[in-house]
């Protein structure tokens, strides 16, 4: 089997001959930036978005970033076309370089700049269909969640709560109000109506919280976007959660508790199963058209 290739500060090379000084700010402190950007065809999904991201997490932690957006492109592509899979999920990070350890920034030191690209699995159609456990969790993250952070720490520790609660997602509930999930932005449908927190320092700006907007949009769908109570939450007729590797994901249970109301209760609503093809559209359109894909 050809190994996997990945980047590393100029160089493509075999994952398992890649190494990281053990003083490089992102080990010590968790002091760096990431994307990860969804393959298809061997195309990047959406890539301007995640690329524009991927800036504006720099600048908001004061990275000098390395490379224009157009070597950005070009290394992404470069990283994909060097492995097997047709759909790939492209891993990037960028650190602080290596230093001695200290917490203020280092002079003069370049960053640390790291790519892979391993399969996409697809979300398995059982998933789709009957939808995933969710829990409910207290938001305990920084205020600058709409930055991303390779400082996950506390997504990890809420996530593994989700997990030991047999759940695959937790929901995120920050003074009472929804925020997101560890690794999602969270929708909710109450009568017909699809509604969504706004963006800001509580969430991450999600590649595909923005498609789904822009999709209800475009199909005319009623949209709100304002901040979201608990009680909403618990009384929605559906949830869903979105990221660019779980794409369009209906929640069935929120701890514990079937979601929705009489016979539809638990099970994957209409409107998620319209947004969950109306988005597989939009990907085969998209991927269709690669000039669009690309920047
Ligand atoms: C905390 C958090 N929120 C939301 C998302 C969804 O973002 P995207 O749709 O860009 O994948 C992610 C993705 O990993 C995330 O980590």
Redesign the pocket.
């Known amino acids: 089997m050809t190994p996997q290739i990945v980047y590393l500060n100029g160089k493509f090379l075999p994952i398992d001959e890649a190494r990281v000084p053990v003083l490089d700010r992102g080990f010590i402190f968790g002091d760096g930036v990431y ?2 950007i ?1 393959a298809y065809a061997r195309q990047p999904f ?1 890539l301007d ?2 690329l524009e ?1 991927l800036e504006a997490s720099m600048a908001g932690i004061g990275l000098t970033n390395p490379h224009s957006r157009a070597e950005w492109a070009k290394l992404v592509s470069e990283v994909i076309a060097k492995n097997e899979p047709q759909n790939q999920a492209v891993y990037l990070q960028v650190t602080r370089g290596v230093a001695p350890r200290d917490h203020p920034f280092p002079k003069g030191v370049a960053p640390t700049v790291f790519m892979m690209a391993g399969p996409l699995k697809p979300v398995p159609a059982e998933q789709i269909e009957n939808g995933v456990a969710a829990v409910s969790l207290v938001d305990n993250r920084w205020l600058r ?1 709409n930055l ?1 952070t390779t400082s ?1 720490l506390a ?1 990890v520790l809420l996530r593994q709560a989700a997990v030991e609660a047999g759940a695959a997602e937790c929901v995120l509930f920050r003074d009472g109000f929804l925020t ?6 969270i929708f909710l449908v109450k009568n017909g109506v699809i509604i969504t927190p706004p963006k800001s320092n509580f ?9 789904v907007i822009e999709l209800a949009r475009a199909h005319r769908l009623p949209l709100e976007i304002r901040q979201v109570s608990e009680a909403e939450v618990r009384d929605a007729d559906e949830l869903w959660l ?5 794409e369009v994901l209906p929640i069935s249970t929120l701890d514990g508790k079937p979601v929705g109301h009489g016979e539809q209760s638990g099970k994957p609503g209409p409107v998620a199963a319209r947004m969950y093809q109306l988005y597989q559209d939009y990907k085969r359109t998209v991927m269709r058209a690669p000039a669009n894909a690309q920047a």
């Open positions: 994307e990860v969804p959406e978005g995640h991201r969640c991303k996950l997504n997101e999930g560890s690794a999602s932005n969430i991450l700006p999600g590649i595909t919280y923005d498609v979105t990221s660019s590797t779980k």
